[in-house]
Nanobody, 119 residues
Framework: QVQLVESGGGLVQSGGSLRLSCAAS????????MGWFRQAPGKEREFVAA????????DYRDSVKGRFTVSRDNAKNTVYLQMNSLKPEDTAVYYC????????????WGQGTQVTVSS
């Protein structure tokens, strides 16, 4: 089992910045990669960014490239999402997820943190 706890969400004006954190506990030694997803009201959950736990590989959805940066601190079992130049369309609940070695995909999820960008 892995427990994920997100923090750092809030209300920010368009063009502003926020930094999300996701702390993992439990079976963290089997982490393959960690990622961020988001879900806006009335929409499906979508992939935002992911980072490999043992290499420098990072992936981003096109709409956040150049604005968002995913990073990690292996010693703290924490993944971060630095979000700059935020837009109202970035408003959503942001979820952290982990993909374990040998897992079937995104195996565990956090409870989510709300990000609201006002215009």
């Amino acid at each position: 089992q892995v427990q994920l706890v997100e923090s750092g969400g809030g209300l920010v004006q368009s063009g502003g910045s926020l930094r999300l954190s996701c702390a993992a506990s439990g079976r963290t030694g089997s982490t393959y990669r960690m990622g961020w997803f988001r879900q806006a009201p009335g929409k499906e959950r979508e992939f935002v960014a992911a980072i490999a736990w043992r290499s420098s590989n990072r992936d981003y959805r096109d709409s956040v490239k150049g604005r968002f940066t995913v990073s990690r601190d292996n010693a703290k079992n924490t993944v971060y999402l630095q979000m700059n130049s935020l837009k109202p369309e970035d408003t959503a609940v942001y979820y952290c997820a982990t993909h374990l070695f040998g897992g079937s995909g995104w195996d565990y999820w956090g409870q989510g943190t709300q990000v609201t960008v006002s215009s």
